[in-house]
């Protein structure tokens, strides 16, 4: 079975700090992998994609994702966090023409 | 580019009644959309996908003569809540990705709320 799975709910950082979300996924294909970002009653916004070309995916507003095939995750992370990336995250993974979502992890930033 | 609309972004309506909610590739043909709901603090759960020209392919358990979906244009499809109900309100997302394309765009949602 595929699953994608976000091991935290909710990450909450102080800004200026590093931050990681963290991704795990299974899959019988080699999987196309994305994190998009949704803000509070908005659409969601790709911020990377991962499709085999480059295990290290740089994606906008500083953040980047790499993709370990020997621990099967993609996990988010961003050196320095700012107030506007207070958000929900949302790790997805695509494979066989399906369409697996993540349980989302909700960042919050502290001053 | 890859930009999606959808109209409305909110929607009120009295209990019995339909709506119907659109979404549009802005500056690509979608020859797939698929249609999202999300409801508060959750993750999106995926209604049904559309292919262009074809017949919805709904997910199990959700009713597709309650909810319409017609995709009609490689760059329009539309969502129609039949009869809905104060269950029915929720955060409705549509995304669309072009052919063989991996990457899915969304669109802005539309929030509808059934009185």
């Known amino acids: 079975a595929q699953s994608v799975t976000q091991l935290d709910s909710h990450v909450s950082v102080s800004e200026g700090t590093p931050v990681l979300l963290r991704c795990n996924y299974s899959?019988?294909?080699?999987?196309?992998l994305f994190w998009y970002v949704q803000h509070p009653n908005k659409g969601l916004q790709l911020l990377l994609k991962?499709?085999?070309?480059?295990?290290l995916v740089k994606g906008i507003n500083g953040f980047e994702a790499e993709f370990k095939k020997s621990e099967t995750s993609f996990h988010l992370t961003k050196p320095s966090a700012h107030m506007s990336d207070a958000a929900e995250y949302f790790c997805?993974?695509?494979?066989?023409?399906?369409?697996?979502f993540g349980s989302g992890t909700r960042l919050s930033i502290r001053p | 580019g890859a930009v999606v609309s959808q109209h409305p972004s909110r929607v009120i309506c009295k209990s019995g009644t339909s709506v119907k909610i659109e979404c549009r590739s802005l500056?690509?043909?979608?020859?797939?959309m698929f249609w999202y709901r999300q409801f508060p603090k959750k993750s999106l759960m995926l209604m049904a996908t559309?292919?262009?020209?074809?017949?919805?392919?709904?997910e199990q358990g959700v009713e597709k003569d309650k909810f319409l979906i017609n995709h009609a244009s490689l760059t329009l499809s539309t969502l129609t809540v039949t009869s809905a109900h104060p269950e029915d309100s929720s955060f409705y997302i549509c995304?669309?990705?072009?052919?063989?394309?991996?990457?899915?765009?969304f669109g802005p949602g539309t929030r509808l709320l059934v009185l």
């Open positions: 995304s669309a990705n072009g052919q063989g394309q991996e990457t899915q765009y």
């Open positions: 899959s019988s294909y080699s999987p196309s």
């Open positions: 991962y499709t085999s070309a480059a295990t």
């Open positions: 997805v993974g695509s494979s066989a023409s399906k369409i697996i």
């Open positions: 500056d690509f043909q979608a020859t797939t």
């Open positions: 559309s292919n262009e020209g074809s017949k919805a392919t709904y």
